[in-house]
């Protein structure tokens, strides 16, 4: 079963307040956005997952398109922005067709919480990073947020906690389990739920796959693509952040590749 489908319904207790992170995500990000592409209108969010950073910025005034590989979490984004009274126009899509799915004239694209480690080669990373330029007008902007590999550990059986969260009656218990092999590394995400009346617990397991690459390496793909003034931004966010400004040389986006991200892994 797709990793992030089965992820969908635990997604947001990932966040000790996932409608307080929307909140100071949407800040955050919109005052970033008018600082560097001012003008901004149209974003369009490649791994917008259960629509974190996409109701953070619809909530701001912009006009979000959105999609993701995982159709359980564009599922999810539709509910939450019904629910929201946000118009988002969501589907499921592979962010290494962007460009074939999307079109182009978009200000500004975005990819947060470090997806694009996902892909799992630098040719991959590249053919997605050639759509991303494609589909952002020249001028326009693109955004990506990802962990700084560079200060994980590597190894085998390293466990990353997130904490305890009570809903519904339920405790759930979140830790990720990661095992490199080289640059990438194989992850376990547990959720560990327990019914608070019964002390039921029960234990989801998701695995994926992601490569360890560096922020230095993403720039380069980034600016080779046909991004400039590439630059990491620092405490702005939850997470480091590239971003970058198409130029008017961007390439053509080459054809579409077969996929390579494998979740069930
Ligand atoms: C850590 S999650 C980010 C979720 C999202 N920003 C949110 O707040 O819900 C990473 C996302 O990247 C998506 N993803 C992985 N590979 C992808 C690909 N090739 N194309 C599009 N989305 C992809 C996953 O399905 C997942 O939703």
């Known amino acids: 079963m797709d990793f992030y ?15 307080a992170s929307i909140r100071r995500q949407g800040e955050q990000l919109s005052g970033l956005v008018a600082a560097e592409w001012p003008g901004t209108r149209r974003v369009l969010d490649v791994a917008c997952g259960i629509g974190t950073q996409a109701l953070a910025l619809a909530e701001h ?15 999810r984004a539709r509910a939450e922005a019904r629910l929201r009274g946000l118009a988002i126009d969501l589907r499921a899509a592979d962010m ?37 330029a494609a589909c952002v007008r020249p001028g326009g902007g693109c955004l990506i947020s990802v962990r ?7 190894g085998t059986n390293l466990v990353k906690h997130y904490g305890a969260r009570v809903e519904n009656g339920k405790r759930h218990v979140l830790f990720q389990v990661w095992d490199f092999e080289g640059e990438h590394y194989d992850l376990g995400f547990y959720v560990v739920e327990e019914d608070l009346a019964t002390a039921q617990a029960t234990t989801h397991v998701m695995r994926s796959r992601y490569y360890a690459v560096s922020i230095a390496r993403l720039g380069e793909l980034l600016r080779e693509a046909g991004f400039d ?15 970058g400004t198409r130029s008017d040389r ?7 590749a077969p996929r390579s991200f494998d979740p069930a892994r």
């Open 96 to 132: 290494r067709e962007a460009h074939a799915v999307h079109g182009g004239g978009f200000d500004l694209l975005i990819a947060c919480d470090n997806a694009v480690p996902h892909l799992l080669t630098d040719e991959d990373l590249l053919l997605a990073f050639r759509q991303f």
């Open 250 to 256: 961007a390439p053509a986006p080459p054809p579409a």
């Open 61 to 75: 005034g912009y006009a979000v398109t959105g999609s993701d590989l995982s159709a359980g979490a564009i599922e």
């Open 229 to 243: 003034h590439v630059r990491r931004v620092d405490g702005a966010f939850y997470q480091p952040l590239l971003i």
């Open 5 to 19: 489908d089965a992820l969908a319904p635990f997604y947001h207790l990932i966040y000790p307040d996932w409608n």
């Open 148 to 154: 700084d590999y560079a200060h994980e550990a590597r």
